[in-house]
Nanobody, 130 residues
Framework: EVQLQASGGGLVQAGGSLRLSCTASGFTFDDYAISWFRQAPGRERVVVSSISGSDGRIWYATSVKGRFSISIDNAKTTIWLQMDNLKPGDTATYYC???????????????????????YGKGTLVTVSS
């Protein structure tokens, strides 16, 4: 079965760290741009970080730049989002999603739009206490 699975959420105190994982089953990320989105209660979903599985380009939202780090394993089946110095404002459900960008031939921008994704992982809840 082709799917994405997100995991790693939990409860952490402000200033703490968590590492989220996004694992692909049935495919690899070679031709995909993978993004982490988050949605806090009562707020719009926003993109947090994106990575290109083909050329390694990375993008971060200003709100997390310098605190979050996205990476991909050599097998190109797992994406990690290392989240350090977490703040209460980071509390949200986090989703990973992947878009096949092969047809763009490398000529595409990051981040990608939520509605253009091919695969969506179930959310993982991150709660940061003050």
């Amino acid at each position: 079965e082709v799917q994405l699975q997100a995991s790693g959420g939990g409860l952490v105190q402000a200033g703490g760290s968590l590492r989220l994982s996004c694992t692909a089953s049935g495919f690899t990320f070679d031709d995909y741009a993978i993004s982490w989105f988050r949605q806090a209660p009562g707020r719009e979903r926003v993109v947090v970080s994106s990575i290109s599985g083909s050329d390694g380009r990375i993008w971060y939202a200003t709100s997390v730049k310098g605190r979050f780090s996205i990476s991909i394993d050599n097998a190109k089946t797992t994406i990690w989002l290392q989240m350090d110095n977490l703040k209460p404002g980071d509390t949200a459900t986090y989703y990973c999603a992947a878009e096949n960008v092969k047809s763009y031939g490398g000529n595409y921008y990051l981040p990608r739009n939520w509605y253009g994704m091919e695969y969506y992982g179930k959310g993982t809840l991150v709660t940061v206490s003050s």
